[in-house]
């Protein structure tokens, strides 16, 4: 089988708090993560994948409803790439994020994050195959779509330069 990377050229997308991401072509999605987690699905059958980021655990208020919440955002996730014509056996996730930074916050909302996830894709069966979660460092995370490729990056500190639009020249 012929790589798709090999003719195409594969984008590059930051994904912020908040937001949902299923590509269409071969992306590599990055996020910077605290407390915040991603999760990455993969469809391992069509070969694509896509990534939520989400600042908060939980929401039951409809008005609230958005992907800024971890059960909303996960959910909706699962649900794109359904409708995208996946099936759930063939989907596999990894999840990332949830530090906890005492100095900003006694309650270690990173932990809620993280388990607020895991409800979610135990609800639907789907299988976790990595994740790299909780602690007390920050996260650069990059997602390939099209392999599942990962990496991330442990950082002690989150810089304005880690966030998007890039500055001096990155």
């Known amino acids: ?5 090999n003719s195409l050229q594969i984008r590059n997308y930051f994904l912020e708090p908040g937001y ?16 915040s987690v991603s999760v990455c699905l993969y ?10 980021h989400f600042r908060f655990p939980f929401t039951s208020d409809r008005q609230q409803a958005t992907a800024l919440y971890g059960n909303v955002s996960t959910l909706s996730l699962i649900r794109m790439m359904l409708d995208n014509g996946s099936r759930k056996e063939d989907l596999e996730a990894q999840l990332f994020g949830g530090a906890h930074n005492q ?12 388990r607020a996830a ?7 069966d789907i299988r ?4 790299d979660v909780g602690g007390l460092m920050g996260r650069k995370v990059v997602f ?4 599942a490729e990962l990496a ?4 002690q500190n989150l810089r304005i330069e880690d966030w998007y639009p890039y500055t001096n020249d990155r």
């Not at 089988?1 to 990377?5: D, F, I, K």
């Not at 991330?152 to 950082?155: C, H, L, M, N, S």
């Open 43 to 52: 469809d391992r059958k069509h070969q694509y994948g896509g990534m939520n």
């Open 152 to 155: 991330v990056i442990r950082v």
């Open 103 to 114: 100095k900003v916050s006694q309650k270690d909302i990173g932990m809620e994050n993280i």
């Open 118 to 124: 895991q409800k979610v894709l135990h609800r639907y």
């Open 20 to 35: 949902i991401l299923i590509a269409a072509e071969p992306t590599c999605i990055s996020a910077v993560l605290g407390s």
């Open 1 to 5: 089988m012929t790589n798709r990377t």
């Open 144 to 147: 390939t779509t099209e392999t």
């Open 128 to 131: 976790i195959v990595s994740e």
